[in-house]
């Protein structure tokens, strides 16, 4: 008897943490989203063309802004060509860069399609990019939300993310805008590109810097200078860096009913990150 009672009131107060857990649980991918959107409001006003692509040469911004642009050239060349291999995209009117900063890949992209948006959580960057790409068959806007609620279904015949998916706030988040880019993207014969590490090892450099973005934070929320304590003392905001196992990704995508078309698996940042770009279709 008494263990029935233990057990009923165990399952009580179970269901009671659960409930909790559950509230706790939005409350922390609302708090979770505001911290990702402002570190990289940060890293927009602070130095945004290095946070990009971590190119040593374009640091506190130093550099040759031509090399930023040639690289997102090159990238969007190689995709292009992977892509017109398996025939696709079958039309190349609307296509959309997810996480685009200033527009690097978006501007590289309207050399393929008709009319390009590229979307970012941070207005830093998105004002950067409509600065920086005036005259450019090109939109940009702010999406600082956790899905595309701002654009139709099977809008667009090409979604394109790159160096963004592992910088959302969780795991799953980057679950929810696979399901997102497949929703926006025209069936039979839109393409859906990106690219999401497989592996991070735990003492990749990444995970190494993690003092140098909680001094950041704690310093910030005292008052200080936020560009000081990037460019005297070497504190960085926060940089998220998440991967989902390949497997894991194609069980999503078919979960989601999608098709695979082809994987291209390569490495980044010395060697540390295993990354895939997955080449995706969606069935009318
Ligand atoms: C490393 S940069 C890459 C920018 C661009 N894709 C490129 O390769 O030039 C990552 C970008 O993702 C954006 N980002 C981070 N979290 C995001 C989110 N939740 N939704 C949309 N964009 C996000 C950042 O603001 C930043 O501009």
Known sequence: MKIRTGRLIGSRQWQERFAAT???????????????????????????????????????????????WRLGEAEISHVMSTAANLGLPARKNEALDFGCGVGR????????????????????????????NQGYPCRFLVNDTNNLAQFDDSAFDFVYTALVLQH?????????????????LKPDGGLLAFQLPTHVPPRSLRNRLRLRTRAFAAL?????????????????????????????????????????????????????????????????
Request: one cysteine or more; glycine letters at 6%.
């Open 105 to 132: 890949l978006t501007r590289a992209m309207t050399r393929h399609f008709s009319y390009c948006t590229g979307v970012d959580v941070a207005e830093t960057m998105i004002d950067q990019a409509r600065r920086l």
């Open 168 to 184: 959302l706030p969780t795991v799953e988040v980057i679950r929810t805008f696979i399901a997102e880019f497949l929703r926006v």
């Open 22 to 68: 559950g509230i706790d649980a939005d409350r922390k991918t609302a708090r979770v989203l505001r911290e990702n959107k402002q570190a990289w409001n940060d890293w927009g006003s602070i130095d945004p063309l290095w946070s990009i692509i971590t190119n040593p040469d374009l640091k506190h911004g130093r550099g040759a802004i031509e090399e930023f």
């Open 220 to 284: 910030a929320a005292l008052g200080l200078d936020k560009r000081v304590l990037y460019e005297r003392f070497n504190l960085v905001p926060v940089m998220q860096m998440h991967f989902i196992p390949k497997q894991e990704v194609l069980t999503h995508l078919r979960s989601l009913g999608a098709s695979i078309v082809e994987v291209q698996c390569g490495r980044f940042e010395f060697g540390e990150i295993d990354s895939a770009t997955y080449f995706v279709t969606k069935p009318g």
